[in-house]
């Protein structure tokens, strides 16, 4: 019996979340909140196909993905900080809005 | 390969201690070095022709933004140092587990660097870069989750034919695309290469694109040869689709665009739609084809767009502008050479790198014949259609101007050089071999 | 096992959600914690005692805390949240992506059994490869410059 598919297939939920998250929020933070959430799922993923089919090397590709979005993320805290003390929001879209106001 | 390794993290240590007008240069020199030591292999990096080549794409116009941005800072040259070693990784790298770490550094890195010079007007071109690169990040990283459930091997040669491992593959594809600036999600490239500080935008329009290629072509040469051989070439088609599309709005956004680093952001959108052709046929010919483009493209595009960095510094500069190059005929012609290149017309490298994404498009069996004619006369006619934009900004190349530009001699140097390799490029195509394990 | 796993990841599910709808942004982070913490769990319950103890320690005790220290300092903590201009349409392309790849997925081979992590072979894998260490050195290294050249406009603004 294959149970690996239904493994992954419980990850799915929170995977499309985050990437809703990712594409529809506009607040940066909440941005950083939706990409560890895909960051979870995706170590969940692999931690399950190394212990469905005895591979270590799953394990490890689990955890540089996790170094690896979760620095992602500290990126966007560090651009958040600076949009939070220049500019007093942290508002992605209302950035671009306002900046465009300026322009014309 | 470990000797250039070597050298590219002591490239990284001499950066962090000597100024940026000594490290600047010590910089060039160390990365330009570890090009010869490229061979061998070491773990999962591998030094062959087509990584040379791909160094050699990334390396080109890192040289000039480290050599001649105008205002000096240490954290960049430190950044670009970094970004460059990280781009010649990506084009050594075996494996799915490095290409995607490698990646990844060149993703961040690049979102700094778009920052240059650190003013608040560069804050946005930053949250736009980075945002698309974490839409990115999470693509790549879900793509190798699902490969490796599916595959269980992150070798690029050991598939396993299960549906989860094609969905894999389809995510990392759309990574790729995705950091390629491939339609529907290429108007974050015209916004950041054409906001950003010239030279920063010469580096991430032309190094971090070509690297970008360049994993387009290992996963071309690795997995997608075997899928496609397995018979899921079915995942190709809509891909192709969006390739012809965003020729078409490169094409579109060129002839509607006034300023030269909007012209040449479209024009790179129009680019990576024309490389990509050569999925159709996944193998070590189309990876191959893939490394010489990203040289030519590499070349020309740096020369293009060192025009407004030689003319109005960090800022944007109209085609108008572009006529102040007049008094400079040497460099005028330089910059003429690197636009038909970017056309693709002959006696320029440019004619042979469009010529051979063709050819490989044609060697597909799979994919029905009806379909690539369709497909490579579409990509054609929006590329002519590309034409009006850059012959726009040769005429005026050719118009006399009123006052004359500050001369640059060294910069203009290096234009020449590039201009002159692109037309040697023609003479000698190179589609260099990849060696895959 | 598996029964375990999949019902801490259905809680793990709820907590996804309430990151993304709560309006206050520390609940929303501290949620995040707490998805970090089930997934973790639910790694233990298959075996894969390493990865689940990383999910922990670094996904909880150091992604998530830097997301929460962000949500506190951040100025505006409550969020109105708007739902954007595409925002159903893309709720509609995902929900499809999500059923498609979930049916794909469904026959993945793999049956759990007694498995439990080799943290000998683990770092064997991670470090024998000198390739794909350098390339991981690079990214901590690019991470820490990068952030700093971001974050070091505050200091030099005036200049």
């Known amino acids: 019996m294959a149970e690996l598919g239904p493994a992954i297939w419980a990850t799915i939920p929170i995977f499309v979340l985050g990437l809703y998250g990712v594409i529809a929020r506009r607040n940066l933070i909440r941005i950083m909140l939706a990409l560890e959430i895909v960051g979870a799922a995706t170590v969940t993923i692999l931690g399950a196909a190394a212990a469905a089919n005895w591979q270590d090397m799953g394990e490890v590709l689990g955890l540089l993905a996790l170094v690896a979005i979760g620095i992602e993320g500290a990126f966007l805290v560090a651009l958040a900080t600076l949009m939070n003390e220049v500019l007093g929001d942290t508002d992605v879209i209302l950035f671009k809005e306002r900046r465009r106001g300026e322009e014309e | 390969m470990i000797g250039a390794l070597v050298l590219g993290l002591i490239a990284i240590a001499q950066a962090l201690i000597f100024p940026a007008s ?37 390396l080109i116009p890192a040289i000039v933004t480290l050599l001649f941005h105008k205002r000096q800072q240490r954290h960049f040259v430190l950044l670009v140092t970094m970004l460059t070693l990280a781009g010649y990784l990506v084009a050594a790298s075996r494996n799915l587990a490095t290409l995607a770490i490698s990646l990844e550094s060149l993703a961040l890195a690049a979102a700094a660097v778009a920052f240059y010079p650190g003013e608040r007007e560069k804050m946005r071109v930053t949250a736009t870069y980075l945002i698309f690169s974490v839409m990115a990040a999470v693509l790549l990283f879900m793509g190798l989750a699902f490969y490796f459930a599916g595959a269980n091997t992150v070798s690029l040669v050991q598939f396993t034919q299960t549906p989860t491992a094609i969905v894999g593959l389809t995510f990392l594809l759309a990574a790729i695309m995705l950091k390629l600036a491939i339609f529907p999600m290429h108007a974050w490239a015209v916004d950041v290469y054409s906001l950003a500080s010239t030279s920063a935008a010469i580096y991430l329009s032309t190094s971090v694109k070509a690297a970008a290629m360049l994993a387009l072509g290992i996963l071309l040469a690795g997995p997608l040869k075997f899928a496609y051989q397995a018979g899921y070439w079915q995942v190709i088609i809509p891909a192709l689709v969006l390739v012809v599309c965003s020729i078409a709005a490169g094409a579109a956004g060129m002839a509607r665009s006034k300023g030269v680093k909007r012209l040449l952001a479209f024009s790179s959108i129009a680019h990576a739609g024309f490389l990509s052709l050569v999925l159709a046929t996944p193998g070590a010919f189309s990876a191959g084809v893939i490394a010489y483009y990203a040289l030519v493209y590499s070349l020309s595009n740096t020369v293009a767009f060192s025009a407004p960095l030689l003319l109005k510094g960090e800022g944007e500069a109209t085609l108008e502008e572009l006529s102040l190059l007049y008094k400079r005929p040497l460099t005028a012609l330089a910059v003429a050479i690197a636009l038909i290149s970017l056309l693709g017309l002959p006696p320029t490298a440019g004619f042979n790198a469009k010529l051979l994404a063709l050819v490989s498009l044609f060697k597909s069996s799979a994919i029905p014949q009806w379909f690539l004619l369709a497909t490579a006369i579409a990509a054609v006619v929006f590329t002519a259609a590309t034409g009006y934009g850059y012959i726009k900004a040769i005429g005026y190349l050719a118009k006399k101007p009123e006052e004359t530009p500050q001369p640059w001699p060294e910069l203009e140097l290096l234009m020449i050089i590039y201009a002159f390799m692109i037309l040697l490029l023609y003479f000698y195509p190179l589609i260099p071999k990849i060696n895959v394990f | 096992m598996i029964e375990a796993y999949i019902l801490i990841m259905g809680v793990a599910t709820a907590f996804a959600a309430a990151v993304l709808w709560d309006p206050d942004l520390v609940r929303a982070a501290a949620s995040l914690i707490m998805v970090f913490l089930l997934s973790g769990f639910a790694l233990l319950a298959l075996g894969a005692w390493f990865i689940g103890a990383m999910q922990v320690l670094l996904g909880a005790g150091a ?26 349409i893309a709720a509609i392309t995902l929900g499809i992506l999500g059923i498609s790849v979930g049916l794909l997925t469904l026959s993945t081979p793999g049956t759990f059994t007694i498995y439990s992590s080799n943290a000998y072979k683990i770092a064997e894998l991670l470090f024998k490869d000198i390739g794909l260490t350098v390339a991981l050195s690079l990214l901590m290294i690019v991470a820490l410059i990068a952030s700093a050249y971001i974050v070091r406009y505050l200091y030099v603004r005036g200049e």
Do not use: H, W
């Open chain 3, 63 to 88: 992604v998530a805390i830097i997301a929460l220290y962000a949500a506190l300092t951040s100025r505006k903590r409550t969020e109105v949240l708007k739902s954007p201009k595409a925002g159903s």
């Open chain 2, 22 to 58: 000594v490290s600047r240069v010590l910089s060039a020199i160390l990365l330009s070095l570890a090009l010869f030591f490229a061979n061998g292999r070491v773990g999962s990096l591998v030094g062959d022709q087509f990584t040379q080549v791909g160094m050699l794409a990334v």
